[in-house]
């Protein structure tokens, strides 16, 4: 299972932290093997709720001669199993200088890695001319997974009239997933205060049945909306 997942969305505040701890969350249930790195220097997420459960890798991507060579270990990992990254907001150009001068999709092809973009959006006009932008440079080097945040917005006018989006979505058959909206902002702000993976949410003394409820549901239509993308399997 050699496949580089490349959580973005280009702009801050898309939520994309968060869908990487909902991907990260599955592969635990499912007990699937995977590398996790993170690579957001200003808010490492991943890092501060998962590091105690699993072993997250600190990572940077950037410009400049000092940082040419601190993303290769991310792409290593990847020749082994799954790797998961979270990535910070307005990384496009380091990570395309970062596979060009390494040659990277020819690497893949050799070594078997896939590429997988996981765009997340809030359907801003910002964020899906970055989506555009994205699609048209990986184009088949890299599978696009859209992922439309229902907890950022639930108006996606914007996104279904844009045609030349679509025409590309289907050009380089993008998978699309309407990820859920965690429910009670209240429970959401202390599972962040308290750094907790959500596997700990469930059975932690901090949240009541309802609140537990909550997390589980989340869980659970986001791990629906998964199977129903078909973006990975437990195999």
């Known amino acids: 299972m050699a496949e580089l997942i490349l959580v973005s969305g280009e702009k801050g505040g898309t939520g994309k932290s968060f869908v990487c701890r909902a991907i990260v969350q599955w592969h635990f249930d499912n007990k699937v093997p995977f590398t996790t790195f993170d690579t957001d220097r ?3 997420d991943i890092k501060r709720c998962y590091g105690r459960v699993a072993d997250v890798n600190l990572g940077i991507f950037g410009e400049g001669q000092r940082y040419e060579d601190t993303a290769n270990a991310i792409f290593n990992a990847a020749i082994k199993q799954r790797t998961i990254v979270n990535l910070p907001a307005q990384v496009f150009i380091p990570v395309k200088t ?3 001068q390494n040659d990277l999709f020819e690497i893949a092809e050799e070594t078997g890695v896939t590429f997988t973009i996981w765009f997340v959006s809030d359907c801003g006009h910002d964020s899906l001319t970055l989506l555009r932008k994205s699609l048209e440079y990986f184009k088949l080097n890299a599978q696009h997974v859209v992922v439309k945040n229902y907890g950022k917005t639930d108006d996606w006018q914007a996104y279904e009239q844009d045609v030349t989006l679509h025409e590309l979505i289907q050009t380089y058959q993008a ?6 909206k965690f429910i009670g902002s209240v429970v959401r702000n202390r599972i962040d205060e308290l750094s907790l993976p959500f596997g700990e949410a469930l059975t932690h003394e901090a949240f009541d049945v309802i609140e537990r409820q909550r997390v589980r549901k989340f869980l659970r239509e986001a791990y629906a909306a998964f199977e129903a993308a ?3 399997n437990a195999d």
Do not use: L
Not at 175 to 180: N, S
């Open 42 to 44: 200003s808010n490492p």
């Open 98 to 100: 970062w596979v060009e």
């Open 175 to 180: 998978k699309v997933i309407d990820f859920p």
């Open 230 to 232: 078909g973006v990975f």
